[in-house]
């Protein structure tokens, strides 16, 4: 069966610092890849997606960015934190052949 | 342009009671639509979907949704709330062919009183 696993679960960084979160999906190939952020009170925005290694879409300009290095990892980053970058940060994957997206457990990012 | 908009962030019913959770969609192509669960500090479980077929779909945990093209609705509802349905509950909608690229509406949070 296929997992998605992400980490850290939470995570505290100060302003300026950089970020690097990682996600890795198992059991399944060539998977569609997706960072999505979950802002304190408010609804899910989908920030990246990508269908390949190497292939990288932005769906909203921001301070982040991500980088998919091999078929199951997705990682997002960014050089330096900003107080707006604090939120819930999720990834997840889905298949050609399935009609929904899985999701990983979330990191808890706080940006102070 | 697609949109979702769920009516009302906050719900609050008694146990054993009906539980109603409302979304309308906008999407000029015909939608894949969502309900999906979060518990807090997790991530989201698929509840439900409707792709194409029955408009009316089952999922889990009793929940079940009808698509209503003439409304552009997509209601949640489970007959009988159990404590353990309190969570947040995200209507989402994609465009065909790619179900990862999600529109989320904004959560509507139930409560569940004893």
């Known amino acids: 069966s296929q997992t998605i696993h992400q980490w850290p679960a939470t995570l505290v960084q100060p302003v300026g610092s950089p970020l690097s979160l990682e996600c890795t999906v198992e059991g399944t190939s060539n998977p569609n890849l997706y960072w999505y952020r979950q802002a304190a009170g408010r609804g899910l925005q989908l920030l990246f997606y990508?269908?390949?290694?190497?292939?990288i879409s932005s769906e909203v300009p921001q301070n982040l960015s991500a980088s998919r290095p091999q078929d199951r990892q997705f990682i997002l980053s960014s050089k330096k934190l900003l107080l707006s970058d604090s939120g819930f940060y999720l990834c997840a994957w889905s298949g050609d052949l399935n009609t929904e997206a899985f999701f990983g457990q979330g990191t808890r990012l706080t940006v102070v | 342009a697609q949109s979702v908009t769920q009516l009302g962030s906050h719900v609050s019913v008694s146990e054993g009671a009906l539980v109603l959770l409302r979304c309308n969609y906008s999407?000029?192509?015909?939608?894949?639509l969502f309900w999906y669960v979060q518990y807090p500090n997790q991530g989201l479980q698929l509840l439900l979907k409707y792709t194409t077929g029955a408009t009316l779909v089952k999922g889990i945990n009793g929940f079940e949704a009808e698509f209503k093209k003439s409304e552009t609705s997509f209601h949640l509802t489970k007959p009988s709330a159990h404590m353990s349905d309190a969570a947040e509950y995200f209507c989402?909608?994609?465009?065909?062919?790619?179900?990862?690229?999600?529109?989320f509406g904004q959560g509507t949070t139930l409560q569940v009183k004893p």
């Open positions: 989402a909608v994609s465009l065909s062919g790619n179900t990862g690229k999600l529109i």
């Open positions: 999407s000029s192509v015909p939608p894949y």
């Open positions: 990508s269908v390949g290694i190497g292939q």
